[in-house]
């Protein structure tokens, strides 16, 4: 059928792309490789499958930028934001999803969809004929990603992406850690607690930052480079760039009291975050590595109140390809050299669950609205859908083109607002009350 939409890819981004696509009257085909062929990260054959955090980061819509993208997908009737709200624990000012329902949410309202097919199977190659969306992510296939390769004319970029180590909060020693939000941000109690914090004093900081250091590390083929995303770098990475780097990073004691002794001011503090609704899990957050498994244990063991931790997966690393998406797609993320395939997700070069889903709203309505004879336009720049687009399809350098979150630094300025720390406030609020009207607009024509 030359009305059909086939997705490659089953993620965030082909998920969205697929509900956003098949409520607009269009038959939807998702091709997902797994489980028929698996990854180095997943663990399930499930759409919508975490293989990192279990963290969609900040939920504030008025002060922070990825906030303001869960606000805007929200008001799009977005999928992968329905179903997080579904499976959401306290995580403070943050939304975090207990992340094995939160992809059997997403898998099982997609498969209840009219509109809506999934076939199981790799495609390793770029359709001839066909609307067709690409939404492999970070670990598009080799077979795959070397035809794209070869469409381009250029070799797919390239960095190496880190998965944090998870805990079993039973093993925990909780005489030495306690539980508490960063300045006690959250509503309720549980949101106020929604953080594990386990003190170092300097000595024990000083220790652990030798060991990250002295620790074994997982090699490199020939011919990889280490290029590292810088907002998911390895923590024996950042020690490697200053001793101070991990304390005024994911380490960082502020906004924090231990109960256990009140009166004395850790020298940093790491914390764990619930990785699921019993509350059995907790991953340590910002601690993406790529220290081998054995060094992994000995070294986190160091950390007070994890000395008899089990660990029910530890950290990994792996490749994580994406395109030069400014010289290669056009303004409705079509590649320009076959019009007929778009691009969504990470591999466009956006980072982050929430951005890829995003890139994968706008794809699943753009194809939907070429299919059914119309044309939807790019949504303006002062959004944060917007300003994403914009940055992954012409507004960023291509010679130094690397995956980025959403940032306020996408969006044009609000004139007549005052600048720096001081301004910050309201300035963040400006961009957030003119994003929600202009999307709102942008929504009310499609």
Known sequence: MTDTLHIIGGGMAGSEAAWQ?????????IHEMRPKVETFAHQTGLLGEMVCSNSFRSDDDEQNAVGLLHWEMRAANGLIMACADKNRLPAGGA?????????????????????ITVEYGEITELPKDGKWIIATGPLTSGALAEAIAAETGAEALAFFDAIAPIVYFESIDMSKAW???????????EERTAYLNCPMDKQQYDDFIDALLEADKTEFREGETAGYFDGCLPIEVMAERGRETLRHGPMKPVGLTNPHQPDVKAHAVVQLRRDNKLG???????????????????????????????????????????????????????????????????????EGYVESAAMGMLAGRMAAAEINGGSLPTPPD???????????????????????????GLFPPVEGLKAGRRGRKDRYKAYTDRAKSNWQAWLNQG
Not at 179 to 189: A, F, I
Request: glycine share 8%; no cysteine; aromatic share 8%.
């Open 21 to 29: 696509a098949a409520n607009a009257g269009i038959s939807v085909v």
């Open 382 to 408: 002062s959004t944060a859908m917007g300003a994403l687009i914009t940055h992954i399809t012409g507004g960023a350098d291509a010679k130094t083109f690397q995956p980025m979150n959403v940032n306020f």
């Open 280 to 350: 059995t899990l907790y991953n340590i957050v910002g601690f993406q590595t790529k220290m081998k498994y054995g060094a992994q244990t000995d070294v986190f063991k160091q950390i007070p109140g994890l000395e008899n931790a089990r660990f029910a997966r530890l950290g990994g690393i792996h490749r994580n390809s994406f395109i030069n998406s400014p010289t290669l797609l056009d303004d409705q993320m079509r590649l320009r050299s076959r019009p007929n395939i778009r691009f969504a997700g990470q591999i466009t070069g956006v």
């Open 179 to 189: 539980m508490q939000s960063r300045y006690d941000k959250g509503e309720t109690e």
């Open 95 to 115: 939304l975090a999803v207990d992340r094995d329902p939160f992809a059997q949410t997403v898998t099982d309202t997609l498969m209840a969809h009219p509109n």
